[in-house]
């Protein structure tokens, strides 16, 4: 079992030892969207990686959700999905740097060699990994862009 997921685990169990009913609903659809890929996928996440990259969805979620009742003048959900991004961080590595993303977005093309647009593919897969969960992907595809444009 991953390392992470047993962290959520034990998390959900002292949220319930606590009564922390806000904090114990977030932790268990956290482990709710893990097994359900387990089950989707038929297999057991083994992996750290594969549980961040479940995390980093579900924080996404949440972003687009929060923003959208931001924009809809609800501020008692956009509250809500404020507190469960706040919940689902504590869970997620330490965030890079501007200076970390920068120094690996330099190596990343440095090693793929890339030029041009289309090597865009190649510089993300390089990357995908080394930041899942540390860095908004749709930043670092835009800083890449600028930097092959």
Known sequence: MSELKQTLTAEMKACMKAKDKNRLGVVRAMLAAIKQVEIDSQKTLEDDAEVLAILDK???QRKDSHQQYVDADRPDLAEQEAYEMSVIQDFMPQALTEEEINALIE?????TSASSMQDMGKVMGMLKPK???R???SEV???IKA???
Not at 107 to 111: C, K, Q, R, S
């Open 58 to 60: 579900a924080m996404k």
């Open 107 to 111: 190596e990343a093309m440095t090693a």
């Open 131 to 133: 930041m899942q969960g």
């Open 135 to 137: 860095a908004d992907m």
């Open 141 to 143: 595809s835009k800083l």
């Open 147 to 149: 930097k092959l444009s």
